[in-house]
C-alpha cells in the first residue's frame, strides 16, 4: 500500500537467531501496529505503538520486542527466533487510534528453520 | 470480548452474478467496521469504511451496510468479475484502544469465469 511499506518482504531464518523485521510509513500516522497471521487464527495483535518510543503489548507478544525512535519506522525484533514465529507478519497504521480506520502493508512472510 | 463472524467461510459463484457477504459481531458498542480485500500472499486493502453513525458506504460495484443495533454487516458484490476472487475480511473497531479491532475469519471467494 502506498504510504506504508515493510522490509524484507520474505526471509528464512534459523532458530535461535535474531530477527528484525521493519515497518515505514510516509503518512505521518501517530498509531502503528504489528500482528501476525495465522490460518485458523486469523490476524493476531502482537505490539503497538501510540507515538515515539511509547509502544505497548498485544495479545501474542511472547518472545517479540519493538522498538519506535522516530513517527515513521517501527520495528518488530524477534531476539531468538522459534519455529512457532514462522508467520506472515503485517504492520498497520492508523490516524487515530482506529477511528478513521487502519492501513495495512503489504506483510513480510517470515519462515523460521 | 467482541466476536466477529463471517458467513460463509467460503463461496464460488459464476461470472456476473451480484453476491452478498456477511458479518455479524456481538457487541453493538462500535465505532466503525471496516472491510478489507485479501489476495492470496498480499496484504490488506481497505475496501470499505462504515463508521458507526452511518447505514451505507458505496465504492464503484461494492455497497456495504451496517445496522449496528442487530450486530450486523453485509458487503454486496454487483456483477461479479473473476477479479474479485480473494478474501474478504470484516473487521470491527470498539474503542478501547489497539485491542479494539476484532477481525473475522474471512470469506473466501472464487467467481467462476
Known amino acids: 500500500d502506498a504510504g506504508i511499506t515493510q522490509s524484507p518482504r520474505h526471509k528464512v531464518t534459523e532458530t535461535g537467531t535474531p530477527v528484525t523485521l521493519r515497518c515505514h510509513q510516509t503518512e505521518n500516522h501517530r498509531y502503528m501496529y504489528w500482528y501476525r497471521q495465522d490460518p485458523g487464527h486469523g490476524l493476531r495483535l502482537i505490539h503497538y505503538s501510540y507515538g515515539v518510543k511509547d509502544t505497548d503489548k498485544g495479545e501474542v507478544s511472547d518472545g517479540y520486542s519493538v522498538s519506535r525512535s522516530k513517527t515513521e519506522d517501527f520495528l518488530l525484533t524477534l531476539e531468538s527466533a522459534t519455529s512457532s514465529q514462522t508467520s506472515v507478519y503485517f504492520c498497520?497504521?492508523?490516524?487515530?487510534?482506529?477511528?478513521?480506520?487502519?492501513?495495512f502493508g503489504s506483510g513480510t512472510r517470515l519462515t523460521v528453520v | 470480548k467482541q466476536e466477529v463472524t463471517q458467513i460463509p467461510a467460503a463461496l464460488s459463484v459464476p461470472e456476473g452474478e451480484n453476491l452478498v457477504l456477511n458479518c455479524s459481531f456481538t457487541d453493538s458498542a462500535i465505532y466503525n467496521l471496516q472491510w478489507f480485500r485479501q489476495d492470496p500472499g498480499k496484504g490488506l486493502t481497505s475496501l470499505l469504511l462504515?463508521?458507526?453513525?452511518?447505514r451505507e458506504q458505496t465504492s464503484g460495484r461494492l455497497n456495504a451496510s451496517l445496522d449496528k443495533s442487530s450486530g450486523r454487516s453485509t458487503l454486496y458484490i454487483a456483477a461479479s468479475q473473476p477479479g474479485d476472487s480473494a478474501t474478504y475480511l470484516c473487521a470491527v473497531y470498539s474503542g478501547g484502544g489497539a485491542d479494539g479491532l476484532t477481525f473475522g475469519k474471512g470469506t473466501h471467494l472464487i467467481i467462476q469465469p
Open positions: 498497520a497504521i492508523s490516524e487515530d487510534g482506529g477511528v478513521y480506520g487502519y492501513t
Open positions: 462504515i463508521q458507526s453513525s452511518q
